[in-house]
């Protein structure tokens, strides 16, 4: 890595931290200063310890030193999903083919499942194909699906993999990746990310339930979601997954009307500016006969 201790010293500067602040309890002043002259390279776990008092996560660092290799996932995910939302053809064509080119510059895997989940939903969207012509929905999402069920043990990335590609799969596939969560973690399960991914794939999916009439399904991970939203104490995600549960407990019982909790959360989310999370739910309510 070329100029790293370049942009170490710069965002230092820019935090307005001295050199001692950094190096004290981790290295000596010289080592550090040569550190910052871009003449040595630390150790890893030193590394770690230097962006510990950055306030800096490796993906940051790594982002911002050379954006072009290393562009910051969250950002790339959270820009398809603009794209997506607007459906811009154009945007998301050029999306495609920047993730395509990240891989074949890189050979990293995560560009490939970013490539994918875009074509993927460039076919959901304008009902053609993009790049790869030939494949349908299914044989696009495979390889995927195959990553998520061959990996023994899911780390925070199969868990964002799996929420950023979960409307691509059918609803039944959808279902048995999720299913799969209590047995493919085990150390991460009480980090704070890792209870903020799980509450957005348990939300996510019991809403894609909601879409496909699957009251039973809907009903028990709208459970959960709102088990996972207590817990965290998350407003949004609270509202959302206690709406999701009682649409699908209303369908289940066959009422004909949305019961006055139900309205009231509508109505708690108009009051804070969801205006296109309510007109979503508009959608699911007439497609349910309830009003």
Same mark, same amino acid.
């Given at each position: 890595? @070329? /100029?790293?201790?370049?942009?170490?010293?710069?965002?230092?500067?820019?935090?307005?931290? %001295?050199?001692?602040? *950094?190096?004290?309890?981790?290295?000596?002043?010289?080592?550090?200063?040569?550190?910052? %002259?871009?003449?040595?390279?630390?150790?890893?776990?030193? !590394?770690?310890?230097?962006?510990?008092?950055? !306030?800096?996560?490796?993906?940051?660092?790594?982002?911002?030193?050379?954006? &072009?290799?290393?562009?910051? =996932?969250?950002?790339?995910?959270?820009?398809?999903?603009?794209?997506?939302?607007? @459906?811009?053809?154009?945007?998301?064509?050029? !999306?495609?083919?920047?993730?395509?080119?990240?891989? @074949?510059?890189? =050979?990293?895997?995560?560009?490939?499942?970013?490539?994918? *989940?875009? +074509?993927?939903?460039?076919?959901?969207? !304008?009902?053609?194909?993009?790049?790869?012509?030939?494949?349908?929905?299914?044989?696009?999402?495979?390889?995927?699906?195959?990553?998520?069920?061959?990996?023994? &043990?899911?780390?925070?990335?199969?868990?964002?993999?799996?929420?950023?590609?979960?409307?691509?799969?059918?609803?039944? #596939?959808?279902? %048995?990746?999720?299913?799969?969560?209590?047995?493919?973690?085990? &150390?991460? &399960?009480?980090?704070?990310?890792?209870?903020?991914?799980?509450?957005?794939?348990?939300?996510?999916? %019991?809403?894609?339930?909601?879409?496909?009439?699957?009251?039973?399904?809907?009903?028990?991970?709208?459970?959960?979601?709102?088990?996972?939203?207590?817990?965290?104490?998350?407003?949004?995600?609270?509202?959302?997954?206690?709406?999701?549960?009682? *649409?699908?407990?209303?369908?289940?019982?066959?009422?004909?009307?949305?019961?006055?909790?139900? /309205?009231?959360?509508?109505?708690?989310?108009?009051?804070?500016?969801?205006? =296109?999370?309510? @007109?979503?739910?508009? #959608?699911?309510?007439? +497609?349910?006969?309830?009003?």
């Amino acid at each position: 890595m @070329k /100029n790293y201790g370049t942009l170490i010293k710069k965002i230092r500067m820019e935090k307005g931290l %001295s050199q001692k602040d *950094i190096y004290e309890g981790i290295m000596t002043r010289q080592t550090y200063y040569l550190i910052e %002259s871009n003449v040595s390279m630390p150790s890893f776990d030193k !590394f770690l310890l230097i962006l510990e008092k950055l !306030f800096l996560s490796i993906d940051e660092f790594l982002s911002l030193l050379n954006p &072009t290799i290393f562009p910051n =996932e969250k950002l790339l995910y959270q820009e398809l999903a603009e794209l997506t939302f607007n @459906k811009d053809k154009n945007g998301l064509y050029l !999306f495609i083919k920047n993730a395509l080119r990240l891989y @074949k510059e890189t =050979e990293n895997k995560k560009y490939w499942h970013l490539q994918l *989940i875009a +074509e993927s939903m460039f076919r959901i969207h !304008f009902e053609e194909p993009c790049l790869s012509e030939t494949k349908s929905l299914e044989e696009l999402m495979l390889p995927i699906k195959k990553y998520l069920i061959g990996i023994e &043990t899911w780390h925070v990335y199969e868990l964002k993999l799996l929420n950023n590609s979960l409307y691509c799969f059918t609803l039944d #596939e959808a279902i %048995s990746l999720v299913t799969l969560i209590g047995s493919k973690i085990e &150390t991460l &399960t009480y980090t704070a990310e890792f209870q903020d991914v799980k509450l957005r794939i348990y939300l996510n999916l %019991s809403f894609l339930c909601l879409k496909h009439q699957n009251y039973s399904a809907a009903l028990h991970f709208s459970a959960l979601a709102k088990e996972s939203a207590q817990i965290n104490y998350r407003l949004f995600e609270r509202i959302v997954s206690e709406l999701n549960y009682e *649409i699908a407990r209303s369908s289940i019982e066959k009422h004909d009307c949305l019961s006055p909790k139900a /309205n009231q959360l509508i109505q708690l989310l108009q009051s804070l500016d969801f205006i =296109e999370t309510v @007109k979503e739910y508009q #959608e699911i309510l007439e +497609e349910n006969h309830l009003y």
